[in-house]
């Protein structure tokens, strides 16, 4: 079946730039979601990119897709305390139209 | 983008009982999906639920064990029957958006004694 990993966890410093990434089976995947969860909270929609795009930059983050490579990741510029949280990657499956979830990747982020 | 309250937001249930989350959108929406996330895991989703036509379920979830409603283009409710404490979770509802996106809600935190 479609399965999406990512790597449990990432720490990072105040300022400096994270990335998170995320790989993924389902080749007819058309679209690609960047999700954060804060503790407590819901799933809030971050980002998304079409599968025949490379790359997508929206203010301090950017979307890179090496879709040969099924590989997505996620880059936060000037990582600040406030995006500590969960940030799960998903994408929608070719064949059932559904989202399929990764694993999720705590950033900690140090002051 | 959707704004979606969930009810109640958090709740702690005895085995056996059964529980009724409500989720409530801002705007009028085709499709609401139910998910749940156990502790420290990912989501999985349970059902999609269409205005109008029997709620479709997921491999591993039943109908008499998750049963929905959606009465209208703005509610849906699902319900968690005959509780154990392995239905302590997230249940976390969403609607479809622009480009397939799904916005979520705030999420119900169920545990089960």
């Known amino acids: 079946g479609e399965d999406v990993e990512q790597s449990l966890f990432l720490s990072v410093r105040e300022g400096d730039s994270s990335v998170i990434n995320c790989t993924y089976t389902?080749?007819?995947?058309?679209?690609l979601y960047w999700y954060k969860q804060e503790p407590g909270a819901g799933l809030q929609l971050l980002t998304y990119?079409?599968?025949?795009?490379d790359m997508k930059q929206d203010q301090r983050l950017t979307v890179l897709l090496n879709k040969k490579d099924k590989h997505l990741s996620l880059r936060i510029a000037d990582t600040q305390t406030g995006d500590s949280a969960i940030y799960f990657c998903?994408?929608?499956?070719?064949?059932?139209?559904?989202?399929?979830f990764g694993t999720g990747t705590l950033l900690a982020v140090q002051p | 983008s959707a704004v979606i309250s969930q009810k109640p937001s958090r709740d702690i249930c005895q085995r056996g009982t059964s529980l009724t989350i409500q989720c409530q959108v801002d705007?009028?929406?085709?499709?609401m999906f139910w998910y749940r996330q156990q502790p420290g895991q990912s989501l999985t989703l349970i059902a999609t639920?269409?205005?109008?036509?029997?709620?479709?379920?997921e491999s591993g979830f039943v109908i008499d064990k998750f049963p929905i409603s959606r009465p209208n283009l703005t509610f849906s409710t699902l319900t968690v029957s005959n509780m154990s404490p392995e239905d302590s979770s997230i249940y976390l509802c969403?609607?479809?958006?622009?480009?397939?996106?799904?916005?979520f809600g705030p999420g119900t935190r169920l545990t089960v004694l």
């Open positions: 990119i079409f599968s025949n795009m």
């Open positions: 969403s609607v479809d958006g622009v480009a397939d996106t799904q916005y």
């Open positions: 705007s009028q929406v085709t499709m």
């Open positions: 389902d080749s007819s995947s058309t679209y």
């Open positions: 639920a269409n205005q109008g036509s029997e709620a479709t379920y």
């Open positions: 998903a994408v929608l499956g070719g064949a059932t139209n559904k989202l399929i």
